[in-house]
């Protein structure tokens, strides 16, 4: 069973990341500068009640009779015992009494007099200064709140630039593993900031060019191998003809005539690799053409003309697509081979084992056959040249199985898809900018 796996942008991960510090912080801050407000407004308050009270006690020792006043008491049976024991010390204090029913605390002040009373006064805790309170803690919670909001923007906005780099640089390198080597991953992000994402795309940029330095190094070896092997293929193949007949001379024209194919294969490959082929255009009828072809190429196919369609095209690199898929059904597949023309769609099934699931994933490769169960001979150039050959005429090739999953071998079979395109590639390979009327 596959975990659950969450997909987040970096954009939002930095503006959470960004707004939960900002949170912490925010919340710390405003402890603290509570609790110190509150502090210092009850220090105030115990030194203003000593105060009232020490001049209470002067009243009170200067008068007679005497008699506390101003709310002082003699003796009060309520005194804190935190007081009390300062007054057995016979020092003076203040003390605040929290309530557990919570409301303003009472704050206390009590001094001992000479004849061993405890003189002592306590009032609530001023309304004014728990207003005070409320309307701190009243701006500490907006403040709070607009940190968090004001971080989290903050970080949307850095969290999306470095969000669109990242996408901008997977855009790039998405169209470089198309084949698109002339793309650079540093110049599609753009902009003046110079980051980790800047390093990323240089990174990919020099990949890419070890890559196609490597690549057209294999081209380059291939194609002399195959252009030094052509001469001497050649005058095997003529020496061949040369034998007396017999069965062991046919096996020597036969493996020297499929060593002539292969290398004459490995050049056409080569040439279609350089991007130099160029395609010589014509207007066909494709329903046509397709069945005059595919009755030469093939008299067992089935040709269906659903919708015919005059395309503008290279007839010779299509009749070699169309020559390369139905060898490849024939060889690979079993009968009966069907090909459809619908439109610019052209459609060739076979009815057995399908497309190897390497073919299906990262599409036809040289000297790569895949499963052997459907290229147990060749050399994986025929779907190659077919894929190369529809470039050149700006058309596109796929490949899928028609048998779903579940379902016994052979009762499906493959589909190989050609879509010719709308307009014709002009003469240096590119296609015409089409203006509409406005």
């Not at 470095?162 to 640089?169: E, H």
């Not at 020496?239 to 007949?245: G, M, V």
Request: glycine content about 8%.
């Amino acid at each position: 069973m596959r975990p659950l796996a969450l997909r987040t942008g970096v954009r939002w991960k930095i503006a959470v990341a960004i707004a939960a510090v900002g949170a912490l912080i925010a919340v710390t801050l405003s402890l603290v500068v509570h609790n110190s407000a509150r502090v210092s407004m009850l220090d105030n308050a115990r030194e203003v009640q000593m105060e009232r009270l020490l001049f209470a006690q002067r009243m009170y020792e200067g008068s007679k009779p005497k008699e506390p006043r101003f709310g002082t008491k003699i003796n009060d049976p309520m005194l804190p015992p935190q007081l009390d024991q300062l007054m057995r010390d016979k020092r003076r204090g203040t003390y605040v009494q929290e309530h557990r029913h919570g409301g303003p605390p009472d704050v206390w002040a009590a001094v001992p007099l000479a004849n061993g009373d405890v003189l002592s006064l306590h009032i609530p805790f001023a309304d004014r200064s728990t207003a005070i309170m409320k309307d701190l803690d009243r701006a500490l919670v907006i403040g709070s709140v607009s940190v968090v909001f004001g971080g989290c923007a903050l970080g949307v906005l850095i969290g999306g630039q470095l969000s669109r780099r990242l996408r901008k640089a997977a855009a790039a390198a998405g169209k470089v593993a198309q084949g698109n080597t002339d793309v650079r991953v540093r110049k599609a992000i753009g902009g003046v900031v110079r980051d980790e994402t800047d390093e990323l795309a240089r990174a990919v940029d020099a990949l890419t060019d070890a890559l196609q330095e490597r690549i057209e190094a294999e081209r380059r070896v291939t194609a002399d191998i195959a252009h030094e092997l052509r001469t001497p293929v050649t005058g095997l193949l003529t020496a061949a003809e040369l034998l007396p007949p017999g069965r062991p001379s046919e096996l020597v024209r036969d493996r020297a005539q499929a060593m002539r194919t292969l290398v004459e294969d490995v050049l056409e490959v080569a040439r279609l690799d350089s991007a130099s082929e160029r395609a010589e255009l014509q207007e066909i009828a494709l329903g046509e053409f397709v069945e005059r072809r595919v009755r030469a190429l093939d008299p067992d196919a089935v040709v269906h003309v659903v919708h015919e369609s005059w395309v503008n095209t290279d007839p010779r690199r299509l009749e070699r697509i169309l020559g390369n898929l139905l060898a490849n059904a024939a060889k690979h597949g079993k009968p009966q081979v069907e090909v459809t023309v619908e439109g610019r769609v052209v459609r060739v099934r076979d009815h057995g084992p399908g497309f190897p699931e390497a073919l299906l994933r990262e599409g036809p490769s040289r000297f790569r056959t895949g499963a052997s169960d459907r290229a147990g001979q060749g050399h994986g150039l025929g779907l190659t040249i077919a894929a190369g050959q529809a470039r050149v005429l700006g058309a596109r090739l796929t490949f899928r199985n028609a048998a779903p999953e579940g379902m016994p071998e052979g009762a499906g079979g493959a589909i190989a898809v050609l879509w010719l395109p709308d307009h014709a590639p002009t003469n240096t390979g590119s296609f015409p900018m089409i203006k509409f009327a406005e």
